[in-house]
């Protein structure tokens, strides 16, 4: 397993940006995909957005236009820039290595995103 740790979580307005950040340890992850979960009160855990290991990159609807997900290889760091929050964006997100969510078992322990109105 490698070591996923999420940082970058915190407390916004409607509208603003936060930067989640998964930095990996252990092992690198270059050739892996990588992905974002959330997961709010009473709901499941489910896609935010995720990256393969050539750039290709797949959003929730919910989210496309507004948040991006990127890597830095030298850092063995992948990122979730947020723009434009909603509440309903609120969840603890969390990172993946993988594709899918079941082709590893490989999580980071999450960050927690509030946005109130």
Request: proline fraction near 1%; aromatic fraction near 10%; include cysteine.
């Amino acid at each position: 397993q490698v070591q996923l740790v999420e940082s970058g979580g915190g407390l916004v307005q409607t509208g603003g940006s936060l930067r989640l950040s998964c930095a990996a340890f252990g092992s690198i992850i270059s050739a892996d995909a990588m992905g974002w979960y959330r997961q709010a009160p009473g709901k499941q855990r489910a896609l935010v957005a995720r990256i393969a290991s050539g750039g290709s990159t797949n959003y929730a609807d919910s989210v496309k236009g507004r948040f991006t997900i990127s890597r830095d290889n030298a850092k063995n760091t992948v990122y979730l820039q947020m723009d434009s929050l909603k509440t309903e964006d609120t969840a603890v997100y969390y990172c993946h290595r993988g594709w899918n969510s079941w082709s590893t078992n490989n999580w980071g322990r999450g960050t927690q995103v509030t946005v109130s109105s």
